[in-house]
């Protein structure tokens, strides 16, 4: 078999093309071991040929910032550096160099390339929820749920789409707590200005 192969879980020898995407177990040729194989349609994939940059062959044609010798193909969306088609990276119709990319990763600058995002959303109603258990600290943690609220509204929020419902009842329940502790201590100084 000229390109991947598939190997046997516990023998380790190759099967053969005939055991893949089979509904039922079948016995290993070699060690008779009951396998199933399933493959993704692109493990028997060619792989694309790679770019190769282009040598510079007259004079007064642009150079590559990265690769002199190579012809520049194209400037980066980034920085506007002359890049070769070696140092072009392209991602979502805008060419990059790779330091653009990797600075942009850094700081989070590409959606693109994110896998993972802060949920504000639900740290503020975890912060009003859980702690009324222990109400005393809901003095604390009531604020501190409204100010995470408002700070987390505009930032962009999972990377699976969710609705704005759980910073609604954060600043919902927060307030409600808020409320809570303004009418007891007026409540308090009320009755200690009544007493004296």
Request: charged fraction near 5%; charge should be positive; proline fraction near 3%.
């Given at each position: 078999m000229n390109g991947p192969s598939v190997l046997c879980t516990k023998c380790h020898s190759t099967l053969p093309p005939d055991f893949f995407q089979r509904t039922e177990l079948a016995a290993c040729p070699a060690c008779e071991a009951l396998i199933q194989v399933e493959v993704f349609p692109a493990l028997f994939k060619p792989i694309a040929v790679g770019k190769f940059g282009e040598t510079i062959m007259m004079d007064g044609e642009a150079g590559c910032f990265y690769h002199p010798q190579k012809r520049a193909v194209v400037p980066c969306g980034g920085c506007g550096r002359f890049l070769c088609a070696l140092c072009d990276v392209e991602l979502n119709d805008q060419h990059l160099c790779p330091v653009c990319l990797e600075t942009g990763r850094q700081k989070g600058k590409l959606p693109q390339l994110e896998n993972k995002r802060t949920l504000f959303d639900s740290a503020a109603l975890s912060l009003?929820?859980?702690?009324?258990?222990m109400w005393p600290i809901t003095f604390m943690t009531a604020p501190a749920a409204i100010i995470l609220a408002i700070y987390g509204w505009n930032k962009p929020s999972s990377l699976l789409p969710r609705t704005r419902i759980r910073i609604y009842?954060?600043?919902?329940?927060?307030?409600?707590?808020?409320?809570?502790?303004?009418?007891?201590?007026?409540?308090?100084?009320?009755?200690?200005?009544?007493?004296?």
């Open positions: 009003a929820l859980l702690p009324i258990i009842l954060a600043i919902l329940f927060a307030g409600l707590q808020i409320a809570g502790w303004v009418l007891l201590f007026t409540g308090v100084f009320s009755g200690l200005f009544r007493s004296s």
